[in-house]
């Protein structure tokens, strides 16, 4: 096995989630980006539902399921892995991969160890938090505002933390098709205002405060649709809020899609409700897709959404907010394609993928 060119350094990725969401495909196009760079990249996958992603992206990877904390033979498998590719750097993208990732660092004697998070949190100052954080060479996150909340903690040494925007390739969004037989399949009228959102069906994607929202849309906007693209294990509960709030005829859970393109074709206005997020990867979809925004005050949006530019911001948990927001824009069409406007040249000037790969390759070379 020879050297990368130029010396660029072999990078092993983990990902052990049971579901497909922001960080997993964030993962993929950084593995996807660097390999393409010219390094060696491997991925470890704890589920075939990112396996399947990582083979049909052309990277060599292998299984690995780390188990809990104290999974020994998990922890000696990826020091294995790590001497077998010879690797200079693991990133870890998921909380029990920091802990043993960082402790196979050690044992293999060579990686940089670095965590890669994607949502912004507080992390408790227990043992295991210490650890990881004194382990962990460099913390990658995707938002301002995931930095601040860590560099906060006055635990964590802050220069540690760098930030690297999401990114995203806006000639995946040109000439988007299929919006037409996307609102067939649901039976929506072609001249139905849509509002889409996308996100796994998961407490911080907040969906009922959406649904309630499209409860106060029958008022101001009766004719409008909602869409919610993705699945999750509050299905159930979520079906549960659309029937109370007598809006079973006007919220439509689609499902999970591989590709959401033809969601975002079908749709007029994009809209996140979530409580909690890092940088939103379906904000940059929208964004990319030359769609206007109404999304929630967390983490990532206000660098994806400037105010009365390319969207709204609103307070989270506030149906009557966001209602408001997207009865003002479902009513004035050519806002709504001035706006459209603003997104397409947001995404291609601030969250080029190619800006995302440089950020990531300076921090692993630097």
Not at 192 to 217: E, F, I, Y
């Amino acid at each position: 096995m020879t050297d990368p060119p130029g010396n660029l350094p072999r990078i092993l990725f983990t990902n052990g989630s049971r579901t497909w969401g922001g960080t997993e495909h964030s993962a993929l196009r950084q593995a996807v980006g660097l390999r393409d760079r010219g390094c060696e990249v491997r991925v470890l996958w704890g589920h075939e539902v990112v396996g399947e992603r990582v083979r049909e992206a052309g990277l060599p990877g292998a299984r690995l399921r780390l188990r809990a904390d104290a999974d020994v033979a998990g922890l000696w498998r990826l020091v294995r892995e790590l001497r077998a590719h010879r690797a200079d750097v693991l990133i870890a993208t998921r909380w029990r991969e920091y802990l043993l990732g960082g402790l196979a660092c050690r044992l293999a004697g060579r990686p940089r160890m670095v965590c890669h998070l994607s949502l912004r949190v507080s992390p408790r100052a227990d043992l295991k938090r210490r650890l990881i954080f004194r382990l962990a060479d460099l913390v990658i996150v995707n938002a301002e505002e995931i930095r601040d909340e860590l560099a906060g903690c006055g635990w964590i040494a802050p220069e540690k933390i760098a930030v690297v925007h999401n990114g995203i390739d806006p000639a995946r969004y040109e000439d988007l098709a299929g919006g037409p037989e996307f609102r067939r399949e649901l039976g929506i009228p072609a001249e139905a205002p849509l509002l889409l959102n996308v996100g796994s069906l998961t407490p911080q994607k907040d969906h009922a405060t959406l649904v309630r929202a499209a409860a106060r849309l029958a008022d101001t906007a009766p004719e409008s649709r909602v869409v919610i693209v993705g699945e999750g294990f509050l299905r159930d509960e979520i079906e549960g809020e659309i029937a109370s709030a007598g809006v079973g005829g006007r919220v439509h859970l689609a499902g999970f899609r591989r590709d959401i393109r033809p969601a975002l074709a079908a749709a007029d206005v994009f809209v996140m409700s979530s409580d909690n997020e890092g940088m939103p990867w379906v904000l940059l979809d929208a964004l990319a897709a030359g769609l206007p925004v109404v999304a929630t005050d967390v983490s990532g949006t206000r660098a994806c959404v400037e105010e009365g530019v390319n969207g709204q911001v609103v307070p989270p948990r506030d149906p009557a907010a966001l209602a408001a927001a997207c009865a003002g824009l479902l009513a004035d069409g050519p806002r709504r394609a001035d706006m459209g406007r603003a997104s397409r040249r947001l995404a291609a000037e601030r969250f080029d993928e190619r800006r995302m790969i440089d950020g990531i390759l300076q921090l692993l070379t630097g």
